[in-house]
């Protein structure tokens, strides 16, 4: 009797922690100017998520910088766009960019940042995505984010 009720609360127990919501994602990124992943999902039951960004890369963030920032999938390329004028060191984004749900700092070869964002800033009725903010980078450095 007693094994089986060590039994049925370690099944309990391992059950519950498999179903537990991930509540972050590690993305890298490179020096050809990729992320390795195209989709981000997010669960609803999360109230945070993070994003840890990796640069597996060796060039220098002048040169093969790379962040990620989320926002609206259709807000995405004029965030860039908008982005140019103000240079790296405000991580290509404007101040106060209200469009702009979370960001990572650019970062170059080798290092890494986070960001953690409160999820009920998401619609679940709304497209969003994630991009490269870098000059030029969004056309092969971006993807969708999804709350599911």
């Known amino acids: 009797m007693i094994r089986k009720l060590v039994a049925a609360s370690v ?8 179903l537990a919501a991930e ?20 669960d609803k039951s999360c109230k945070q998520f993070t994003v ?3 640069h597996s890369g060796s060039l220098p963030k002048a040169v093969m910088g790379h962040n990620l920032v989320i ?4 807000e995405m390329s004029q965030i860039a766009t908008d ?13 106060g ?3 702009v749900i979370a960001h990572t700092k650019v970062i170059g070869g080798g290092e890494k940042d986070s960001v953690t964002f409160d999820v009920s800033k ?5 497209k969003y995505g994630f991009f490269c903010s870098f000059p030029g980078h969004i056309g092969m450095m971006k993807g969708t984010v999804t709350l599911k």
């Open 11 to 18: 099944l309990t127990l391992a059950s519950g922690h498999l």
């Open 23 to 42: 509540c972050s994602v590690e993305v890298d990124s490179t020096d050809q100017m990729t992320f390795t992943t195209k989709a981000i999902e997010i």
């Open 52 to 54: 840890n960004l990796k």
């Open 71 to 74: 926002s609206k999938y259709d």
């Open 83 to 95: 982005g140019m004028s103000v240079g790296i060191d405000k991580d290509y984004l404007k101040d």
């Open 97 to 99: 960019d209200a469009r």
């Open 122 to 126: 998401l619609d679940p009725a709304e």
